[in-house]
């Protein structure tokens, strides 16, 4: 079950002008609760103005051996426009500071194993496939990694010392290209987007597309979704791709609202304990259990980060949007409760399967 805990901010290192990592202090009594796997992320929150805002952030720094849990913590922080969160940890959080974080989450994750691997990532994407790349390279020496990388200029590129230790670390086994979308590179790929139809040009000439075992998207919507029609355009296996989405521009995704039902019910059992509530109109099943139970899982509430899976035991539901969790885990029965609306009287949620 996921909780909240109290962490002491390290430090704060300002990684671009609109970008900073925080490292965070893990106590010796908490590190088992926040052992990660590469790839995973967190939950913060803060209130402010009387209102609980929750933004997740991916962590960056490579996951402790098996059985250990982490004494420490970073995550990468980038400005975004308006927002709440992150314009306070830009401008307001300093190291000494205590901010509340969720336990772990997240199934954006690659279990160290032999074998190549791959990541097409666009600006904070960065953020897993560094400690997805950091993890694997150095417990497993029969393991290659291609980290294909798209940013605007060198200047707004985050961690670029950290990738270029990795490089000198491990020149044998980790590939970098690096695309810049708005600023000519003295050496290396032309300028430009990512799109699609370059992808499908490039990635042959790169490495052997055929042979890799995993393929890590990690972004804006536009570019994942590009990234993903040119794997799957070149034969690579739905189940080899996995992705992670950072930003949707909501006009180009929006979807048609879920059809009203009246007198809907839903039942959900969270943390081993039960409760069957009435929904109320327009409301997701998510706000529905929170109203009755606040300790439900969550964290951004677009149905991009998957806080909120839980298994659909009964009944039916329409989400809205779906970014977060595999078409795997859909036809398993897991839905995302931020975006599930009732189409049947009667729903029943597991959010502890």
């Known amino acids: ?185 003295q050496a290396g790929l032309p300028s430009g987007r990512l799109d699609q139809e370059r992808l499908t040009g490039l990635l042959p000439a790169l490495l052997p597309v055929e042979r890799v075992a995993g393929w890590f998207l990690c972004g804006p919507f536009g570019l994942v979704q590009q990234a993903e029609r040119a794997l799957r355009g070149l034969g690579v296996a739905r189940m080899r791709i996995h992705e992670e989405i950072f930003h949707v521009d909501e006009a180009a995704v929006r979807a048609p609202a879920a059809p009203a039902l009246a007198h809907s019910t839903v039942t959900a059992r969270l943390d081993g304990r039960g409760g069957t509530w009435p929904v109320q109109d327009g409301e997701s099943l998510l706000e529905t259990v929170l109203r009755n139970r606040p300790d439900a899982p969550y964290a951004c509430k677009g149905g991009v980060c998957g806080t909120c899976r839980a298994f659909l035991v009964s009944g039916q539901v329409r989400m809205d949007r779906n970014f977060a969790l595999e078409k795997e885990e859909t036809e398993a029965g897991y839905v995302l409760a931020c975006q599930s609306h009732p189409v049947t009287e009667k729903v029943e949620l597991d959010f502890d399967r």
């Open 1 to 185: 079950m996921a909780r909240f805990h109290r962490l002491r901010v390290a430090a704060v290192d300002r990684l671009t002008d609109d970008s900073v990592a925080l490292t965070l202090a893990v106590p010796p009594e908490l590190r088992v609760e926040y052992r990660f796997a590469p790839g995973q992320h967190l939950a913060l929150r803060r209130t402010a103005d009387g209102a609980e805002i929750r933004r997740t952030y991916s962590i960056c720094s490579p996951a402790p051996e098996a059985g250990e849990g982490p004494s420490t913590l970073r995550v990468g922080v980038r400005l975004v426009e308006y927002g709440a969160f992150s314009t306070y940890a830009l401008k307001e959080i300093s190291a000494g500071d205590d901010l509340e974080v969720m336990t772990p989450a997240g199934r954006f994750t690659l279990q160290p194993a032999p074998g190549l691997y791959a990541a097409i990532v666009g600006g904070s994407g960065i953020t897993p496939v560094l400690s997805i790349v950091a993890t694997l390279l150095a417990r497993e020496p029969g393991a290659r990694f291609c980290l294909i990388r798209s940013d605007r200029t060198s200047a707004s590129t985050m961690f670029l010392e950290e990738v270029a230790d990795l490089k000198d670390r491990y020149p044998e086994r980790f590939q970098l290209v690096t695309v810049l979308s708005r600023e000519e590179q």
